[in-house]
């Protein structure tokens, strides 16, 4: 019996976006002790950006627009700043504030944290491979060199033949990585994707080792 190849026609882009969404929406819960800009500033900033991106290819992937590529990256730039940014300012807070606020620290650092994962996992799936219209075999988009090594591109197995990654699988890959700081049964093979992977666990190892710890001290 020949073994049927699994479908990618039209990845999917709406949990991605969606994913965007929640964290620009985690954006206004960040404890004012932490953000030192006006709660509407990012949110803003990010809607503007993801627009586009929305607008082109609302819930498939069918329309390919390099220059959207680049606005998406823009936008996860500006998101991982602006998490490192509320990170700097839970230190200081810690520091010169009243450390005794614990609900403040737990928050925060949930926060944060969420944050840090979701935009990575984005940015893992737009970076790998030349990003999903690269990936995917149905668009002309030139096909890069593999980012990452997902272990269904190492077995030889009824119903994987064919097989492409979706959001779900970089959103786990990107927890994994901040949760055991670490890369896990998914392997980056790139400098780009050592270097993506490397600052998410940093950013992770801090928060829950240095804040979180200390906000359940005080609590």
Avoid: C
């Avoid at 030192?36 to 498939?60: A, E, K, Q, S, Y």
């Avoid at 590529?69 to 500006?78: H, N």
């Amino acid at each position: 019996m020949k073994e049927k190849v699994h479908s990618t026609r039209h990845t999917r882009r709406w949990p991605a976006s969606l994913a965007v969404v929640a964290v620009l929406v985690l954006q206004l819960l960040v404890p004012t002790q932490i953000n030192g800009l006006p709660r509407w500033v990012m949110p803003t900033l990010g809607l503007l950006l993801l627009l586009p991106l929305v607008w082109m290819n609302p819930f498939h992937l069918r329309r390919d627009e390099p220059w959207l590529r680049w606005v998406e990256l823009i936008l996860l730039a500006v998101i991982v700043l602006a998490n490192v940014f509320y990170l700097g300012g839970m230190i200081y807070f810690l520091n010169h504030g009243a450390a005794n606020q614990g609900l403040v620290l737990v928050k925060g650092a949930l926060l944060i944290w969420v944050t840090n994962v979701v935009a990575f996992a984005v940015w893992y799936w737009e970076v790998d491979g030349g990003g999903p219209f690269a990936r995917a075999p149905e668009h002309e988009r030139p096909a890069e060199r593999a980012d990452m090594l997902f272990p269904q591109m190492t077995v030889d197995l009824p119903g994987w033949k064919g097989w492409l990654p979706g959001f779900t699988d970089y959103l786990f890959v990107s927890f994994t990585a901040a949760t055991a700081f670490s890369p896990t049964d998914t392997m980056p093979l790139t400098a780009r994707t050592k270097t993506l992977m490397g600052i998410e666990s940093g950013v992770s190892l801090l928060t829950v080792a240095v804040i979180a710890a200390r906000a359940v001290n005080v609590l």
